[in-house]
């Protein structure tokens, strides 16, 4: 069986974040927003409703495979992902399964 390698989908953001700063994430029923400053020192935010997991990394290189040829492809905007085949995500799911179905 062949594994299923990790990788990211870009979701085009037309807001810089700041690369060093970082952000702050809020969350309640509505659904969760990331909050941070942008590389002009304003302040912008990302809502995202039905988030189910969040793995945040500063810095130029993501923390999984990205799909595009070479860096060259970047596009400006171009920072936040959905990650496919996640094996941390799977792994989160397996605990929750284990520990928490037995007291729901």
């Given amino acids: 069986m062949t594994e299923n390698i990790p990788f ?19 969350y309640d029923e509505n659904g969760t927003s990331i909050c941070f ?5 304003q302040f912008g935010r990302i809502t995202i409703q039905k988030m189910d997991g969040i793995r945040i990394c500063r ?27 996640s094996r941390w995500l799977m792994e989160r799911y397996q605990y929750e399964k284990k520990t928490l179905w037995p007291i729901i």
């Fill in 59 to 85: 810095g130029e290189i993501p923390p999984y495979h990205d799909p595009r040829e070479n860096w060259e492809d970047f596009e400006v905007g171009t920072w936040v992902y959905r990650v496919e085949n």
């Fill in 8 to 26: 990211i989908q870009v979701i085009k953001v037309p807001i810089v974040a700041d690369l060093v700063l970082s952000p702050t994430v809020l």
């Fill in 37 to 41: 400053e942008t590389e002009d020192e």
